[in-house]
């Protein structure tokens, strides 16, 4: 999950297995919550959102889940592939199409 | 495929300078930002701009200005380089919404500024 600080927390797993990268949110205004993910040397890239009054939605291999009463998100990556190893940003949106980040989850894949 | 390009890969700099960190989008689109990248502290909004000439502070904008000329262009401005500022920059981009939606930001490679 995120935490405060230097300390990027790490989800270690073996290639195969399922990943889970969970992020807690803070605005419980807030209409769209997305993940992105960002490989070594490269801008954060889309991976997928999820409106609010949503409470689960699959892409290829990921599916997000929100739960609203605990305002709390996860990002759930099927049959992780070392491709797959990279920093994982939860993010929700502002006005203007803002968004404010989360801190980040590092998935290493072996 | 959306393209963001970020001046410099690799920057550094020594205390005092003015620097300028340039982004360009080729996308047409009306939304732009710059945000900086710390270990353990994620992506923070610096400053961002949905229109040509204009402009608004983000989360983090003090020590830095912006500039919006052209649609596709959009700089960020260091009057004064510090060591606080050495850090990761990221520009961003997407199409206009309405105010309470929200459309994908498209990033750039990130410039990593080194302050000296």
């Known amino acids: 999950g995120e935490s405060v600080g230097l300390h990027l927390p790490t989800l270690s797993v073996q290639e195969g297995d399922n990943s889970i990268i969970n992020c807690a949110y803070s605005?419980?205004?807030?209409?769209?919550f997305i993940w992105y993910k960002q490989e070594s040397g490269k801008g954060p890239q889309f991976i997928i959102d999820?409106?609010?009054?949503?409470d689960k939605r699959q892409g290829q291999r990921v599916t997000v889940l929100l739960n609203k009463t605990v305002k709390h998100l996860s990002l759930q990556i099927a049959a992780t592939q070392p491709g797959d190893s990279a920093v994982y940003f939860c993010?929700?949106?502002?006005?203007?199409?803002?968004?404010?980040f989360g801190k980040g989850t590092m998935l290493l894949v072996s | 495929d959306v393209k963001v390009t970020q001046s410099s890969r690799y920057l550094v700099k020594r205390t005092g300078e003015k620097v300028f960190l340039e982004c360009v989008q080729d996308?047409?689109?009306?939304?732009m930002f710059w945000y900086r990248q710390d270990p353990g502290l994620g992506l923070r909004l610096i400053y961002f701009?949905?229109?040509?000439?204009?402009?608004e502070k983000g989360d983090i904008p003090e020590g830095y200005s912006v500039s919006r000329e052209k649609k596709e262009r959009f700089s960020l401005i260091l009057e004064s380089a510090s060591t606080n500022q050495t850090s990761m920059y990221l520009c961003?981009?997407?199409?206009?919404?309405?105010?309470?939606?929200?459309?994908?930001?498209?990033f750039g490679p990130g410039t990593r500024l080194t302050v000296l």
């Open positions: 961003a981009s997407s199409l206009r919404t309405s105010l309470r939606s929200y459309n994908e930001q498209f």
């Open positions: 605005n419980s205004a807030s209409d769209y």
């Open positions: 999820i409106r609010s009054n949503m």
């Open positions: 993010a929700e949106n502002g006005g203007y199409s803002t968004l404010t």
């Open positions: 996308m047409d689109h009306e939304n």
């Open positions: 701009s949905y229109d040509v000439k204009m402009k």
